[in-house]
Each structure stands twice: as C-alpha cells, then as structure tokens.
C-alpha cells in the first residue's frame, strides 16, 4: 500500500521542490561562492587580465568581484550550454545567466524539479499518511534590480502523504508562503571594476579617451587610450572591434561623451546614419594609473 504528495505552485514564480525527511536547505552562498571560483580558472586560464573571486558579506549578500566583459561572456556561454539559450555579455545577462547556474546546481544535488508557476509534480510513493516537508528555491533576477540575482526559500512543514491506497494529497505553495513566510534570502550582487569611479578630468576628443586616473596610493595620473583602435562600427552597432583597429570614427558623427558614456550617430551600410550610446565602463578599467581594456575579447 501506498500514497503520494502532490505540490501545486499556485504563485507567479517558478520554484524548484524537494520533497523528503526535515531538513535545511541547500546553501546557496556556498554553491554560488564554488561556482564563481571554479569559473575563475577559466576566465584566467583565458588569459583575462583580472581574477574573478565571490564573497559573502554581510546580510546574505554574496559580492562578484573583479570581473570584465569577456568573464561575463565565458559565463554566459556556459549558461547557454545548460539550456539553449541565446545570451549576451552584458551584467544584465550575467544575472540571467547566474540564475541558470545556480539552478542547475540545486538540481544536480538531486531531487529538486523545477515547478513552473500553475504547474503540479506528484512526489512519492510514500506509506500511508507519512509525514514529509517540502524545500521550494526560488531563484530569480531582482524584479527591482536586473544587474541581481535574488535566492529565498520555502518550507512546506509538516505536509503529508495520501491516507488511504493510491490516493494524492495536494499542498500549495502560496499556503505556506502566507504562514511562513521566504527564509534564508541571499542576493548576488556584481561589482564591476568602472574606471570613471577612480578617475576625473575624462575627456574624448579625435578617438582618445583621456583622464587623471588614481591608483592604490591615491596618486594621479595622466593616462590615455586609442578608442578608435579598439572599437568598431559595424552596421550602425559600435562595439569592441575584432580586427584591430577598429576605426569607428570613421563612420560615426556628433559624438559626445556624457560620463562614461559616448553618444552620437553611426552610419549603417545603406548610409543611415543611427543613434548609438557607448558604456566605456563596460570594458575600460583603471589599473594602477592605467587606461586598460578589461575584456578577453580586445
């Protein structure tokens, strides 16, 4: 004789469910803090000009440090290996890309599967009236934050088996999030190396990128760098170029820069001429008084 668990999410987000003895959940710091450092042998191996480290901080907060453009690419390609998925290098994407890590992982400790929001999965077969608990992870992008990645969890306890042969005995998700409430709540957080946070007096005239950039001692520098060596106009998208130079001032007008930022039109190849906005703190770093670009792909 024999029953079953049935778990119905009745919320608007997909959570991943185990259903089994009492039990805490997985640690997602320490699955978060594992993968950024076994990702790191690959960026560097790569040869990125950083490392990649994660920590946890205080208040759950797991912090990605030193990472560049192209680390964002190495994980993301990673990502898309997981599910086919077309994804981008940008921090948005590496949110999005973070959550399919970590759900992979969560599964990969075994009985955890994926419920989408409206769907049901019958776990067992249990004895009898068999005292269970379920563990819903929910894994998501920061709906205040796309650069972030939010993990909570809840606990469905106690929650039972069927009491007679055969039969299924459903619980909800949201019940238990009404009466308990999410615990163990960890946000992951990228903390990208801008150079225009340690630098002043930036400028861009004729394709040079100029500024006083500090280094660790708190001393000035005068640096420069070639973005028209580095960059490219390919059919109105500016980008890191993959055959030096680049030359997009050849083919781009009116620029400007406001912040880190170079706006300005860039002329397609049926000579539309297109707005464009480029984020130099994207790929330009400040090391040590220096103008360097912070991507494996220049």
């Known amino acids: 004789m024999g029953s079953y668990i049935s778990i ?26 594992g993968l950024i450092g076994a990702l790191a042998a690959i960026i560097v191996s790569a040869g990125a000009l950083s490392g990649v480290s994660a920590a946890l901080v205080a208040n759950g907060v797991v912090s990605v440090f030193g990472i ?3 680390a964002i690419a190495t994980i993301t390609a990673a990502a898309a290996s997981i599910k086919v998925i077309s994804i981008g290098a940008t921090v948005v994407d590496w949110a999005a890309a973070t959550v399919l890590f970590i759900t992979n992982q969560v599964q990969a400790d075994g009985g ?3 419920i989408l929001p409206g769907q049901k999965r019958t776990y067992g077969r249990y004895t009898l009236s068999l005292w269970r608990q379920g563990t819903c992870h929910r894994i998501r992008v920061n709906p205040d934050n796309p ?29 238990w999030i009404d009466r308990w409430g999410h615990e163990n709540q960890h946000v992951v957080t990228l903390q990208k190396e801008n ?5 002043r007096n930036i400028s861009f005239v004729d394709g040079q990128l100029r500024a006083e950039c500090r280094d660790s001692s708190w001393r000035w520098h005068n640096a420069v760098m070639d973005l028209n060596y580095y960059y490219e106009n390919i059919n109105g998208v500016v980008k890191t170029a993959k055959r030096k130079p680049g030359n997009f001032t050849l083919s781009c007008s009116e620029m400007e820069l406001k912040g880190a930022k170079i706006f300005g039109l860039a002329e397609t190849e049926d000579k539309r001429k297109i707005k464009f906005e480029l984020d130099l703190d994207i790929d330009i770093a400040n090391k040590e008084g ?3 670009c912070n991507d494996l792909a220049i």
């Not at 919320?11 to 997985?26: F, I, Q, R, S, W």
């Not at 088996?161 to 055969?166: D, E, F, H, L, Q």
């Open 8 to 33: 119905h999410n009745n919320t608007p987000d997909t959570y991943l469910v185990k259903v089994g003895h009492d039990e805490a959940a997985l640690s997602i710091a320490t699955i978060v803090t």
């Open 195 to 199: 150079f225009s946070l340690s630098s």
């Open 112 to 114: 955890y599967y994926e």
């Open 290 to 292: 220096r103008l360097i």
């Open 147 to 175: 650069e972030q990645v939010i993990t909570d969890v809840v606990y469905m306890r106690p929650i039972f088996s069927g009491a007679t042969n055969n039969s299924v005995l459903e619980h909800n998700i949201q019940h």
């Open 68 to 70: 560049s453009t192209g």
